[in-house]
Nanobody
Framework: QVQLVESGGGLVQAGGSLRLSCAAS????????IGWYRQAPGKQREQVAL???????NYADSVKGRFTISRDNAKNTLYLQMNSLKPEDTATYYC?????????WGQGTQVTVSS
């Protein structure tokens, strides 16, 4: 199974930006979808953004217009550019790669947005 390692989290003031990275141990081109999820304390994990095998992107309504998901196939890396951050974006962000028979998760990176 592919190994995923997230980085780029941190503490930022409201209105600021962060870019998360997810480095995969091998190519994720063949995966049905790759994306970002987040989980805040006491809440369920939720989808933030994903890219399908066709290249289509999907965003949660709460992040549309502020977050951008992208991938660098040569580097086997997935990114999440987060702009205009809000306190409610505070959560642990996880990278995911899914295909039939495989559902890989990273260990997560913490994002904290102060008001």
């Amino acid at each position: 199974q592919v190994q995923l390692v997230e980085s780029g989290g941190g503490l930022v003031q409201a209105g600021g930006s962060l870019r998360l990275s997810c480095a995969a141990s091998r190519s994720i081109l063949g995966y049905s979808s790759i994306g970002w999820y987040r989980q805040a304390p006491g809440k369920q994990r939720e989808q933030v953004a994903l890219i399908t095998v066709s290249g289509a992107t999907n965003y949660a309504d709460s992040v549309k217009g502020r977050f951008t998901i992208s991938r660098d196939n040569a580097k086997n890396t997935l990114y999440l550019q987060m702009n205009s951050l809000k306190p409610e974006d505070t959560a642990t962000y996880y990278c995911n790669a899914y295909r039939a028979g495989s559902n890989a998760w990273g260990q997560g990176t913490q994002v904290t947005v102060s008001s």
